[in-house]
């Protein structure tokens, strides 16, 4: 499976090597917006009016009405603990992968080689393997390295230190790093590809190390792809359910194993409202994105 995911991979990136992209100017025309007369513009906004109440508005109705019927079962010291638990390793996953992001493409961009394509490449192959192979992966992984910590421990005479790192959150950190390092990693590449080659060349010439040249004109002229970066990698984290099960500590639950745990015991009403927490938590990063960019291309 990951063979495959490799090799497909790499002829996408294969297909698109020669396109270079930099610093738009300011002749570029917006796009015309073609206005449909009569029945046709009624019949298309109740087409794509339709497809939002069927698929969103509906579901999030009944939602509502559960979760007000049930607001006093619902809202626990459980609901409260879990959503901080979701918050707090999502947040945790976006910094890491963004920083991980910035770390490859600098150095695929200084650089400048096809072997220093390979880490990208390799991060970037998480995102497409099944959350439930991840996790069986970094669980194997992890282990082994728990077994080597003890055993060493226990040759220096320090005794057995147990599970430190498959028997802890860090597992699970690991896991969404791996998982979603493609998303932070593609949105951080697209923002590079926008700075022209000349002010690497620029900052060279002026005495910048690798150091200076990602603080002084990469960080501030990619910080929109960072922050876009690290929201959608944050959206993803807090609705990853099968990662989270698999490798979840003891009495550690997040947003959307609670709901999982309601939902497996038929108590729909009891997920209702974690449910529409996850829905505004991932919502409201992905309005504040899609104005992001509108902002960009107007």
């Not at 698929?55 to 559960?66: E, N, R």
């Not at 080689?113 to 390799?122: E, F, G, H, Q």
């Not at 974690?274 to 991932?282: C, H, K």
Request: charge should be positive; hydrophobic fraction near 55%.
């Amino acid at each position: 499976m990951l063979l495959v995911i490799f090799m497909l991979i790499s002829a996408e990136r294969h297909s698109r090597r020669k396109q270079k992209l930099y610093s738009q100017g300011g002749n570029a025309k917006p796009l015309d917006r073609l206005e449909l007369p009569g029945l046709k513009k009624w019949m298309a906004a109740a087409w794509c009016w339709g497809l939002v109440t069927v698929a969103f508005l509906l579901p999030m109705l009944q939602l509502v009405i559960y979760a007000y019927g049930y607001w006093q079962e619902s809202w626990s010291n459980d609901f409260v603990e879990y959503s901080l638990n979701s918050l707090n390793l999502s947040v945790a996953t976006a910094l890491v992968t963004v920083v991980l992001a910035l770390l490859v493409n600098v150095y695929r961009r200084l650089r400048g080689t096809k072997a220093s394509l390979v880490p990208s490449r390799i991060a970037s192959t998480g995102y497409a393997v099944p959350g439930t192979v991840l996790a069986i992966g970094v669980l194997i992984v992890l282990t082994n390295a728990d077994h080597l910590i003890n055993d060493v421990a226990i040759g220096l005479g320090l005794g057995r230190p147990g599970l430190i790192l498959s028997g802890t959150m860090f597992a699970v950190l690991a896991a969404f790093v791996v998982r979603f390092a493609a998303v932070a990693i593609g949105s951080v590449e697209s923002g590079l590809a926008k700075v022209s080659p000349s002010l690497d060349m620029a900052s060279r010439t002026m005495g910048c190390s690798a150091t200076q040249m990602l603080r002084r004109v990469h960080l501030p002229l990619i910080r929109r792809s960072c922050l876009i970066a690290g929201l959608l990698v944050f959206i993803e984290s807090m609705k990853e359910l099968n990662a989270a099960i698999l490798l979840r500590p003891f009495n550690f639950e997040t947003l959307a194993t609670y709901v999982f745990n309601f939902a497996s015991d038929e108590h729909l009403e009891l997920a209702a409202l974690p449910a529409i927490l996850l829905v505004l938590v991932g919502l409201v990063p992905l309005i504040l994105i899609n104005r992001s960019l509108e902002q960009t291309h107007s």
